[in-house]
């Protein structure tokens, strides 16, 4: 297998060539306190070494190894709680945190491509820091000014943990169903009970202490989701003076056994009365919840895009590599007994895939962190606005279709391996084990794709799919002139035309038929993705096109032929994913439960 | 995780309502010897009875347990070897087998009936029967009467199994490459040398001894696929009474550990100068073995099914018990906390999707297996020569089509169970792992493609592919006048212009330019597939249309509310795939290997 090497050379070009955010940082005050180009330049650096020479190193072992469950207390495999305190040293944790409580303040537009890396070399070892990162946007955000002080400077630092605690085990998506509660204490804490489960990191040995934020019931709190409140429950007690106190009365009872991801530990929690604050307020803690999910959502994206680099760069090597059969054109290496599998055009087309969906993917995801830098930091009340809407439009797609396209990227990758690709040695199995979890946690893909076509699309009737549609009208009508671009701006027309389409047929349909929402979003949500990827294609085009010329790497010339693979071979996909949703709710609807 | 039930009720709707195996044997005479329809209903009777009861049961554990290796010896996980037995004393080995030697000489219309049932329990198992039947068929089809009488008869009965020995580590796809080599001694006999991997149940505890089947290359033997012969070699050499003499020079140097189907040993082979007899003619050997292959390729595409029908068994009880969130269009189970998942359109698409390729997949190696009967069988030539064909043509395409749709379903199937999914008690996401072989081994889907764009459609100038689209334009053409059929007919018929349009395309375009034959190939396997289901969904729903009127089980009229779901919901993909392969090849060969 081959060794993950941190793909700077295509973040940079895609952070600064193709989004300028450099330019993005300036305009946005708060921003650019803490981050300029040079200083951006030595984080990707440092985050590339970390992620290629620490954390990918312990990746194959560690799912070996897994985690380890005994009597309650979680052993990280060999090598994690070192390579953590890596992180902890450099601070990474808090890279995307409040500069008030220590944190870095630096963009998404940044963070994102440290978590590429780091996911990319290990999802396992990433689920630390990203679950730590996003317990403290949620605390950052919500929490009151004396819990902000008294936890987030150690987990910025990550001398802390954090740790998401939302799942029991019959409330998954529904968390209107919860059971765990919450009872007041004289002092102004609250007593935890219940049973949570699938906590990523809930128990481990890596840090000093884990901070949980449990969602649970108060006494006579409303049904349902607007019932529900956050709660910051730590392992230990933290004194008045910042020192650990005693064990809170919580325990880690188990870790799953599972498909992939195994040196991560996933902990069924047991709450006994454990002490914890409320964080937000009373009955508001699933919004509480969700603008952190926002983050972590695109931060799922990320890590699908992570391992799908992972995958293209094993399978583009074995490709090399490995030697069989000849090319349909005659010999191209007649030395030897066979040519490298790369001549063959099937081969070539499942690494084109990749490339395409990798690539399409890490602007993408840039592109939506962009809108998230700005509706954080943006002082113009209009210009935030705007990219609320857009973020709010666009997360579900960056996690449901980034970890789908992710999912076919690993897949394919290991087809490229042939039988070895199922042997564990290689890595290449672990890759689609590990990467099959993004595309069900932090809310199913389905969910991700009933957001966006129901509570995004439909509910503002049009009105933020517009956003969308504008910004690409806009680059289209920009470019109108430019001679190389003409041909992918046409297809990129007609495939945004053909969204329309299709957006307005459902907002239409669903207002007469609420099934009509539900049996249109997966197709919806790849149809979007496809559509906003020709986007990504034809601004990486334009960013290419110049340096093309006289370009001996191939990175630039790449570019152009990848984009010209995608509008070719990918984007065609539309067509039909268009047809399918037309045909409407009626062949789901109709079967009683005894006909499917 | 739901039992497994063999699915009885649709295999004998497809053997006898959609297909009339029945009439189709006693067009066989000598099928019509051993076969009735009482016979056939006693074997489907029998062989659900052993899948649900005897191997469904030990598939979980043997994921964890895995085949061991200790020594050389390897033994297969618990339960394997009493179920192995349960094989022997039904005789199932031997169920397709000639019947001068001990077989059945069963039809593989019924055949592969079993052989789904078998591999839906367990994949792991089932390949050991499988491998001993294919390894029969090659002795069959091409060993010396001598050999066939010493060895047939005790690998019918199954109390010695059978391995095909083919890859090397440098060789898999490209066996011409292979350096395992055969020298004669005086006897006749040849003294096999070389290294073989990924030898399923190569070696193992279950059965007395292990007939493998080994490609080797003579002294002086032609370079490349024209210079391989066929070896049979024994694991204990046969005394001429029949008895058990010395062990053979071989051995099992290690197994790998693999993804899936964990419960299978693999093993890495060593000869070392081991004995081994001649089967077929010298430097024929490739030939030989693909005999054997075409029916193996379909057991795979088979095998796919089982896993399939596996997903969406439990898929669909998972669906109907697990309760969360409302119906879209309000409460369906108001006394509940919150209604079962099925009641929400996006989990109906995905059982209606598996539901789809499960159905209609099960229809198509139905269909499949009716021209290798008729091929194997028939004793009018034009009739034999024309299943020929068929067979040649349509057997990449179950092969490969069927398992990518297999691996589809198991990954959706996952999905509906969320998180739950992902964690191994459920046994799900086995499925996932066990299935994503079936894309692999048996030659790698691709090349399956490869075969049937080029080999078959190309290089017959599209005479194959005419004998296919005839049998679709007589079904079309003789139920013109059933008004229920009408619509579906229109889309049919659109669906096979459009595979017609294309495969023109490809067998021109390629005779300029034969990077288009691999350019085209997987996409245009995915499109003749589709088109094949839909030619299915259409027998399926004349047959099922007059049962449907007055139906309260719900089997005929789900059949037809499951082909307009097929029709609206998955035909539609051949639309984008035309137009993908309408794209050519210059998009995927442009690139330089620097440029990829």
Redesign the interface.
Known sequence: MADYQAPLRDIRFVLNEVFDAPALWASLPKVAENVDPDTAEAILEEAGKIASGVLAPLNRESDEQGSQWNDGEVTAPEGFKEAYQTIVEGGWNGLGGNPEFGGMGMPKTLVAQFEEMVQGASISFGLAPMLTAGACLAINAHASQELKEKYLPNMYSGVWSGAMDL?EP?????L??IRTKAEPNDDGSFNVTGTK??ITWGEHDMAENIIHLVLAKLPDAPKGPKGISLFLVPKFLVNEDGSLGERNTFSCGSI?????IKGSATCVMNFDGARGWLVGEENKGLAAMFTMMNYERLGVGVQGIGAAEASLQNA?EYA?DR???RA??GAQQPEK??DPI?V?????????TM?SYVEGGRAFSTYVAQWLDISKYAEDDERRQHAEGMVALLTPVAKAFLTDRA?DAC?IG??VF??H?????WGQ?QL??DC??T???EG???IQ??DLMGRKVVASKGKLYELFAQDIASFIEENSGDEQLRPYLEQLSAAVERLDDVTEHVIKVSAEN??????A??DYTDMFGLTALAYMWAKMVKAAAEKAEGDT??FY??KL??A??YF???L??????A??IR??????????????
């Open positions: 799942t019959h409330a998954g998506t529904d209107g169903i489960i699938f799953e056994k599972k498909m992939g583009r090399l030697i069989q059969s349909p054109t007994a066979a790369i063959h055009p099937d081969v070539r087309r499942m690494l084109m490339k999912l897949v290991q087809q042939g039988g690709g199922f042997i564990r040695e199995e689609v084990r099959r979890i595309q069900i946690y199913a893909n389905g794709a009933l609420p099934n009509e929402i539900g049996a979003s997966v790497s191939g010339t790449g032929k990848t010209r693979f070719d071979r990918l065609p996909k539309t067509v039909s994913l047809e399918s045909s409407g709710s009626d062949s789901m609807m109709a079967p009683t439960v005894e006909e499917i």
